[in-house]
């Protein structure tokens, strides 16, 4: 198995994976950011209210729209086919850098439990820190904080992992009972999501979106994460199913005789 073929199937399973996310997000999350967006216009509508002339106009500019929500929602396809993508492409690197370390692990098994690792530490550790909000909520003077807060967050999570994978295998190769080394190997994801809340700074900006709202959003944003990381992990792990079976029926070389 080279690092080349890999890349493909990472391709491939991104490709899907990104496909996947883009007509979820498109059918379900997209309904939900069509009211927020609603809300906040009837919002800037009622703060313009006693505004006249030249005024007015002046603040209806400044909250035109830069892209209509057709736009929007082509530039959502196409992020989240961008996304899968990517993704598809570092779980092949660190999927071959497993398989060289152990290659008689099978690649469903491997597959999924890689995409399980990859969601805990790269989406759900930093979602519970930072829940996700609606686009346009939040102070622009704030981002750079809140960017590099969240990439925190994200490098926080990818370690808890990490380090949770390494005491596995060297808890493997001692004797301890399997529910300690659980429980251990448990408590890693768990200390670095108590780090990001006290290495971490809280959210700055108030939250005008009714909570229903933020919430909804919320929950649908982790939803659209999960069916990113689990078809990624479905589609690698079927695809090296998919090559593991046709390298074991290929038909041997046949076996002449030599005459004695």
């Given at each position: 198995?080279?690092?080349?073929?890999?890349?493909?199937?990472?391709?491939?399973a991104?490709?899907?994976?990104?496909?996947?996310?883009?007509?979820?997000?498109?059918l379900?999350?997209?309904?939900?950011?069509?009211?927020?967006?609603?809300?906040?216009?009837?919002?800037?509508?009622?703060?313009?209210?006693?505004?006249?002339?030249?005024?007015?106009?002046?603040?209806?500019?400044?909250?035109?729209?830069?892209?209509?929500?057709?736009?929007?929602?082509?530039?959502?396809?196409?992020?989240?086919?961008?996304?899968?993508?990517?993704?598809?492409?570092?779980?092949?690197?660190?999927?071959?850098l497993?398989?060289?370390?152990?290659?008689?692990?099978?690649?469903?098994?491997?597959?999924?439990?890689l995409?399980?690792?990859g969601?805990?530490?790269?989406?759900?550790l930093?979602?519970?820190?930072?829940?996700?909000?609606?686009?346009?909520?939040?102070?622009s003077?704030?981002?750079?904080?809140?960017?590099?807060?969240?990439?925190?967050?994200?490098?926080?999570?990818?370690?808890?992992?990490?380090v949770?994978?390494?005491?596995?295998?060297?808890?493997?190769?001692?004797?301890?009972?399997?529910?300690?080394?659980?429980?251990?190997?448990?408590?890693?994801?768990?200390?670095?999501?108590?780090?990001t809340?006290?290495?971490?700074?809280?959210?700055?900006?108030?939250?005008p979106?009714?909570?229903?709202?933020?919430?909804?959003?919320?929950?649908?944003?982790?939803?659209?994460?999960?069916?990113?990381?689990?078809?990624?992990?479905?589609?690698?792990?079927?695809?090296?199913?998919?090559?593991?079976?046709?390298?074991?029926?290929?038909?041997?070389?046949?076996?002449h005789?030599?005459?004695?």
């Open positions: 198995m080279t690092l080349l073929a890999l890349l493909r199937r990472g391709l491939l991104g490709c899907f994976a990104g496909l996947l996310t883009g007509a979820f997000a498109f379900i999350t997209e309904p939900v950011m069509d009211r927020a967006v609603r809300l906040e216009a009837a919002r800037d509508a009622a703060d313009n209210t006693g505004h006249a002339g030249a005024s007015a106009a002046d603040h209806a500019a400044e909250h035109a729209e830069v892209f209509t929500r057709p736009t929007q929602h082509v530039g959502l396809l196409l992020a989240a086919l961008a996304t899968g993508l990517a993704l598809g492409v570092l779980f092949s690197v660190v999927y071959a497993l398989h060289r370390n152990d290659p008689g692990q099978d690649s469903w098994r491997r597959s999924l439990l995409a399980g690792s969601f805990l530490g790269v989406a759900l930093p979602f519970v820190r930072y829940p996700a909000n609606p686009p346009g909520v939040g102070d003077g704030t981002v750079s904080l809140r960017a590099a807060a969240w990439i925190g967050a994200i490098l926080l999570g990818v370690v808890s992992v990490v949770a994978w390494r005491l596995h295998g060297w808890l493997v190769s001692r004797p301890v009972a399997e529910p300690v080394r659980q429980l251990a190997v448990a408590a890693v994801p768990v200390l670095g999501l108590v780090a809340f006290l290495i971490l700074p809280d959210n700055p900006d108030p939250l979106v009714p909570a229903d709202l933020l919430w909804t959003f919320r929950v649908l944003s982790l939803a659209s994460m999960t069916v990113m990381w689990a078809g990624l992990g479905a589609a690698f792990g079927l695809l090296g199913y998919r090559a593991e079976r046709a390298v074991d029926v290929r038909p041997a070389a046949p076996v005789a030599v005459p004695v």
